[in-house]
């Protein structure tokens, strides 16, 4: 267990500050925005080009970028003409004592 990373240590190894705050939006607007649906692609593309004012390739860049540091899970949904389908990965829980005294 000691091996795996927290979304936030994972996010703190991306040097580009303007990249960094973009994929924590990403993964966080999934998180919240996303909770208990499934977070297609074309839906979390719109959500952040009506939220953000985001293109559409800047939010798919993005999601792929976090499937890569792995942060979020991606699968085809084959019911939808496969369309991609984002999940963020399981991290362990940190107390909250623990994230104010890191600054979180």
Do not use: Y
């Not at 004012?53 to 699968?75: D, I, K, Q, Y």
């Amino acid at each position: 267990m000691a091996g795996i990373k927290g979304l936030w240590a994972i996010l703190g190894s991306v040097d580009n500050a303007e990249d960094r705050e973009d994929l924590a939006l990403v993964a966080t607007a999934i998180q919240v925005h996303f909770a208990g649906r499934i977070a297609r692609e074309r839906s979390v593309v719109e959500f952040m080009a009506v939220r953000f004012r985001w293109p559409a390739s800047r939010t798919r860049r993005r999601l792929g970028a976090l499937v890569e540091l792995g942060v979020l899970r991606v699968s085809r949904d084959l019911a939808d003409n496969w369309t991609k389908v984002f999940e963020v990965v399981d991290r362990p829980h940190v107390p909250a004592a623990i994230a104010v005294e890191l600054g979180a």
